[in-house]
């Protein structure tokens, strides 16, 4: 399983940004998809999951502001990240679970204030 992120870049505080993350390889069955992010510094944190029935679970300090959804056809998850601040500067990595986690390359974003 190869996990493709993309979407990362640059926005000023107040922006919005929309990742993406494309699976492929053989893959039979996902109970998951989700964003992780980790901070200069900081140890890596969830930032949203979602289920393949559509189930949600966001990290408090993205609710209201991030949305996490999913293709499920085209085994692609997406972020959606608005009303971003300095806080949220982080590399972005993408997961897909089945049996196991698997990981895709970071993203990073960064906000400006």
């Known amino acids: 399983v190869q996990l493709q992120a993309s979407g990362g870049g640059l926005v000023q505080a107040g922006g919005s940004l929309g990742l993406s993350c494309a699976a492929s390889?053989?893959?039979?069955?996902?109970?998951?998809m989700g964003w992780y992010r980790q901070a200069p510094g900081k140890q890596r944190e969830l930032v949203a999951v979602?289920?393949?029935?559509?189930?949600?679970n966001y990290a408090d300090s993205v609710k209201g502001r991030f949305t996490i959804s999913r293709d499920n056809a085209k085994n692609t998850a997406y972020l959606q990240m608005n009303s971003l601040t300095p806080e949220d500067t982080a590399v972005y990595y993408c997961t897909l679970t089945t049996i196991n986690t698997y990981w895709g390359q970071g993203t990073q974003v960064t906000v400006s204030s």
């Open positions: 390889g053989t893959i039979f069955w996902i109970k998951d």
């Open positions: 979602i289920t393949t029935g559509g189930s949600t």
